[in-house]
């Protein structure tokens, strides 16, 4: 028998499809097979050894051995790269397993054929066919325990392995050490409460958010329509914008943030993005938005030192062509905190519930598409719907605009809330629809059962019967019809959407992914970060060397984060003994800092 | 004496000033270990320093950017934690903090020792004032009374040391590095054996600096008139000044500013034949290489306080009722930094070089003009020159015998002034004596007489309180009443008996003070 009769064969005995469709793939030139001065095979793929020229084996056991220091073979290991599967041979051998992210087939199939793999595929399972961001998102486990990186892959496969290593090294110092970020808000605007629930999720991670309130300027919008002209309302809603962005840029002097979020509309000018990356302190800019509908991103991608966006494909081939070569996929998400189930009283049923409900703006294919459900006891709330139209006796409160927390109980009191992603253009459901709004997920987050327009991104983030789906009026009142009556085939679908949301589409759950992608991003930000736990770990792992600094940091509202205000907040002097950690930080609270010594 | 600590969380002009306190530490305790405790920003003096054992050195300016950047407290308790397990090693037979900040009172709280002098915090990190020296220099040290202060701070920091001066100036010794760069400077500009007069531009604070444009005229007229040849002196980030007076200039000066290190810096300034300056490290140098200095004293600066230490200086102060104004003052209108007059400086350099005839009034326009010398007892002392107002020039000496017969114990004035206010003033003190001598009395008594107490108590408070308005009314008194004031904030007794012991001693003070003023 061949190696690869032998390995196809372990690896069928787990995986029968990647067994399949290994056995599938032709042998290309992308990887160049070669001996090793030992005679042992091994591989390049371009100018790029995936094993040592001389010895793969004693190099592999070398890199096995330096992992068995780092990690205990009893738990399970993820390891980043597959090679030739020489370092996997030598991790085996040491007794670990767990799970191998490869995506590439060709050198799978190479390594199965070359090398005596099947105690590998015993102890170790293969994945390689999920995205780098389902992995990230829906695999999150397999990044957030011990990850080892073989480094050889990660720089063969640098748009998918080569982002999945420095991403779980991201995950964890991220997780460890905690980040000083701060959080530029908009001045008003759907993105707002977003920013609100970043800043809350990055806390939950323990983090430490500064807030850059930018609402609290929201007056001067105001101010501004006072102007006649829609110019000089722009030229002053600019002058603002302005205004504020270098407001940040002092704030980020006096802070030194870890990095900064913006979120979309955040009062943040390519030029304070610029000076800030230049300063050391790069700036995630999640553009919640459509960018086919909002086109600002062509100004400010290219400046965001990462930018992130609801959208795929598409966006990141239009951001390409603007220079954008740090871009992720991070899709819009719910606050569990804030989208809840809620136990209702009867007049609150009775005020926000209906059969057949919907919560959004009057956009042009919903005002089209509804009209074919005014046969269902319909309730419609939202703002700019045309109150003298055939949907007029369906809305509700003229067409007021809804806050949050009624619309928490609209969806807690619907029995089908209905979901249509807005179009300018379409006459109902959009049908090169791709990102999922908000709104989907808040549904869920409330145990609510949803219907909901097919999105060519939903599959990937809501499993088979997450979620009811439509493509068309027709098949949407199908729906509406076996459900409505149907309390227990909602109440399983709605549950299953919460879990779902739970599980995998929390704000914290992005803010998660988000900050280890640019700790992983930026090797400096990681370095201060890995400096910083170093440097707590050297006093934390000796407390008792500090007299009253463990009564001290009980105090503390994240012993990761506190500032020296935290710190001096209990201290009392004139009163009782003061504990040698409460001088000490008497005394830090009495170096003076100047604002020409704080660097720019 | 065994081990002493010097705490001098301070900038070069202060570790320059206490350079007599070690010499008089080293003569009076010859065996003892000298451990001077300093901030790394200013440690650069040290090799120029004798007299000190040991250093510890807090890195303040790493504490001030852990802090600076938002870096978790930790990081900066860290290396705080380093420098105060330093502290913490070993006991001190004395401890002496010549600094007047906070941070150095919670340092000194951390060194153990058998006696400390200055400020200290306690151990729930209230304030402590060691010593009436310790004292006296709190009371003016924040607070507009200390145009009133007579005495150099360093003599002072030698008396917080238990040592008294002794008659000799500041002194550094120049190092190998320091002079070869003086040499070869003054070989590669062609100034060797040229007379010399340095120029010092700039100042700690902008408010202490006299304008560029001013020095360029002084400059031009000593290079004219004198023949001497001018040098600017200063830091590389008072470039700036440097090139402003340089543009201002018709005959340009040698420029060393952000030429030297700190041992340069004294080499080089102990080549010159003097130096003008407002009131620097640099001035301080000078003095210490015995070059004849005029000290242009701008915004808070005061020859009394801190002009330079050793006989013959001079200062220029403004004929302004508002200089020397109060520390930390922002200022709209700085007359001051154009009052003292480049006809002045000019003037003042003549005199210190011994060219031309001897000035008169008329010279120093908008300025009064004082000498230093040192008096009998080893005190730095200074004697007007022109433009004086002769009482006020009285009241100073007056004012520097009673402060140094008062605590020194050397005073001979028992008996009731002959000045109707201080003789009002030693009455309220002989009451005070008398009340809190009667309190002592019945605290003793068993049971406790609460009326008489509460009675008494009521007594003190009112005198007291007239004791203060006392200060605020009498211009005289404010020094005094301030200082009392501050030594009554400073009280550590809880008891009764022992409250009213401090108090009256509180009062002895006050009426020596007044017998001696």
Known sequence: MTHFDTNITALRRR????????????????????????????????????????????????????????????????????????H??????????????????????????????????????????????????????????NVASHPASLRTSPATLGTLGPYAEGLALAAEGGLRILVVNPIYGGSLPAAHHCARAL???????????????????????????????????????????????????????????????????????????QGGIPTAFWFVEDYRVLTYWRESAPYASYFFGIQKDNFAAELERVGVSRYAYLPTCAAPEVHRPLELTRAERDEF????????????????????????????????????????????RQSARIDTETCVRIFNASAVNLNLHSSTTCDGVAPDGDFVNPRTFEIAACGAFQLVDRRSLLPELFGEGDLATFGSLAEARDTIDRHLHDEEARRHVALRGRERVLAEHTYERRMEELVATMVGAFPHVAERVRKRIERRGEIMGNLERHPGLEKLLERMPDRRWFTLRNALEGIVTGEGKLSRAERIFLMLQNVEVLWEKIPE | MKEIAILAIARYGDMIQMTPLLRRLRQAHPGARITAIVEDRFCGILPLMEGIDRTIVLAKQEIAWEIATGETPLAAYGTMDRFVRQLEEGEYDLLINITCSRLSAFFASAVTNRKATGFVADATGS????????????????????????????????????????????????TEKGEQFATEFLEKHGLAGKRLVGLQLGASEKIRIWPPEHFARVSDRLQRELGVTTILFGAPNEKELAEQALAAMELPAVNAVGETGIEELFSLVGRCAALVSNDTGTMHFAAAAGVPTVMLCIGPAFFRCTGPYGEGHVALQPALPCSPCPYGLDCADPACRTAITPEAVFSACRLQLGDGDEPADGDFPGVRVYRSGFAPDGYLTWDGLFNIDPEAESLAKRRETMWKSCFDGTGSGAGEPKDPVLRDFHRLMNRGIQTTTEIMAAARKKPLPVDRIKRLGDDE??????????????????????????VRENMTATELADVARETRLLYETGRSLAANL
């Open chain 1, 15 to 86: 995986d029968p499809d990647l067994a399949d469709r290994i056995e599938a793939t032709e042998p290309g030139c992308r990887v160049a097979l070669e001996r090793a001065r030992n005679g042992e095979p091994t591989a390049r793929v371009g100018d790029i050894c995936i094993h040592s020229p001389y010895n793969p084996s004693r190099e592999a056991e070398e890199w096995a051995r330096a992992q068995a220091e780092r990690f205990s073979p009893t738990k399970p290991l993820t390891v980043v790269g597959f090679g030739l599967g020489h």
């Open chain 1, 88 to 145: 996997l041979r030598a991790l085996a051998g040491l007794g670990f397993g767990g799970t191998v992210i490869e995506y590439d087939l060709e050198l799978l199939r190479a390594a199965l054929e070359q090398v005596d793999l099947a105690g590998v595929l015993d102890r170790f399972a293969l994945m390689a066919d999920v995205p780098p961001d389902q992995v990230r998102r829906r695999h999150d486990r397999l990044l957030k325990g």
């Open chain 1, 203 to 277: 806390r939950a991670l323990g983090h430490q958010v500064i807030p850059f309130e930018s609402e609290t300027l929201a007056p001067g919008i105001d101010f501004g329509k006072q102007f006649t002209y829609n110019q000089s309302r722009r030229a002053f809603q600019a002058g603002l914008t302005q205004l504020l962005s270098q407001a940040v840029e002092i704030r980020v002097r006096e802070t030194r943030p870890d990095m900064v979020l913006a979120l979309a509309q955040a009062p943040l000018l390519p030029d304070t993005m610029r000076r800030l990356e």
């Open chain 1, 353 to 396: 519930g209906s059969p057949l409900s919907f919560v959004g703006a009057g956009y042009y294919n919903r005002q089209i598409f509804f009209k074919g459900l005014t046969d269902y006891p319909f309730r419609i709330w939202g703002s700019d719907w045309p109150l003298i139209s055939p949907l007029s006796p369906y809305l509700q």
């Open chain 2, 127 to 174: 304030r402590q004032i060691k010593t009436l020296w310790g004292q006296y220099i709190f009371s003016w040290f924040n607070d507009n009374i200390r145009k009133y202060n007579p005495v150099n701070l360093v003599d002072i920091f030698t008396r917080l040391g238990c040592v008294a001066p002794d008659g000799k100036r500041v002194a550094l010794a120049a």
């Open chain 2, 461 to 486: 408070a009112a005198i007291e309180g007239e004791l203060k308005l006392m200060g605020y009314r009498h211009e005289i008194l404010a020094p005094v009443a301030t200082f009392l004031t501050l």
